[in-house]
């Protein structure tokens, strides 16, 4: 039998998953089988976002990349993922976690190398003057009160 839950309490299996990015082409399509169920949101949270995200086998969390204001933390529930960060890979089993300083230019990402689905919990905040530096890729983000924005590294914007 389901126990019927009220806020402040959520069943995260009840919210639903968001699939995909916001990045443009040719981007998008990288991280196309990514799925998030945005669980601060689903709870009323502001300040700071929490998301249960689903990375499917052969996909990537996102583009490797570092927020100039937003710390991030994640927290592998299930699966295996390999962290690939300036510094290298190193593989993430669950019950391990890993922290991302806001202003701390090391670029990060996670994949799924393995077989089976990797689920993690993510933490971070929505700092408004926040921009995000994608070290590998042509593109850069800047929250707006709209939502992220992306532009190339130059500021010119994606067509279509």
């Known amino acids: ?20 990015s916001r990045y443009p082409e040719p ?9 998030k169920q945005r669980l601060g949101d689903a709870l009323g949270l502001k300040n700071y976002g929490v998301n249960l995200t689903r990375i499917p086998p052969g996909a990537v969390s996102a583009l490797r990349h570092w927020h100039s ?3 991030e933390f994640i927290y592998v529930v299930s699966g295996e993922l390999v962290l690939v ?6 593989r993430l089993t669950p019950g391990m976690c890993a922290g991302f300083p806001a202003g701390r230019a090391d670029g990060h990402c996670l994949v799924n190398r393995t077989q089976r689905d990797a689920v993690y919990l ?5 700092r ?10 042509d593109i850069a983000g800047r929250a707006t009160p709209q939502g992220r924005r992306f532009t190339r590294k130059d500021s010119t914007p994606y067509q279509g």
């Open 1 to 20: 039998m389901a126990i019927k839950l009220k806020l402040p309490a959520i069943d995260p299996a009840a919210v639903p998953a968001v699939t995909g």
């Open 27 to 35: 981007f998008r399509s990288r991280v196309s089988a990514r799925r």
């Open 69 to 71: 204001h937003e710390d």
């Open 85 to 90: 960060t300036n510094d290298g890979e190193q």
């Open 122 to 126: 993510e933490v971070g905040d929505r």
């Open 128 to 137: 408004p003057e926040d921009a995000v530096t994608y070290p590998d890729d």
